[in-house]
Nanobody, 116 residues
Framework: QVQLVESGGGLVQPGGSLRLSCAGS????????MGWYRQAPGKERELVAA???????NYAASAKGRFTISRDNAKNTVYLQMNSLKSDDTAVYYC??????????WGQGTQVTVSS
């Protein structure tokens, strides 16, 4: 059974930073892309950032220059460093793994709240 476990969410003031982690366990092979998505209340889930097995990255316009995605292939773990956080970043953040076989796995979500 595949399981993705996220950590690192919480409450932070505007301008602050958080680092999210997502560790995959179970029978996951050949992960092609690891990504972070978020969903704010009343809005659709959206891509925040993604990284391929080769290290190529893709960011949403709202995340560019503030967020950094990275991965540790040996640990099946993906990270999202979030700096200069704004109230608009408040959402539930989900990690996603996609394999070369097009299998997709999701974490349970971690709440990020940016508020003074």
């Amino acid at each position: 059974q595949v399981q993705l476990v996220e950590s690192g969410g919480g409450l932070v003031q505007p301008g602050g930073s958080l680092r999210l982690s997502c560790a995959g366990s179970g029978s996951i092979s050949r992960i092609k892309t690891m990504g972070w998505y978020r969903q704010a209340p009343g809005k659709e889930r959206e891509l925040v950032a993604a990284i391929t097995s080769g290290g190529s990255t893709n960011y949403a316009a709202s995340a560019k220059g503030r967020f950094t995605i990275s991965r540790d292939n040996a640990k099946n773990t993906v990270y999202l460093q979030m700096n200069s956080l704004k109230s608009d970043d408040t959402a539930v953040y989900y990690c996603n793994f996609e394999t070369v076989y097009f299998d997709k796995y999701w974490g349970q979500g971690t709440q990020v709240t940016v508020s003074s």
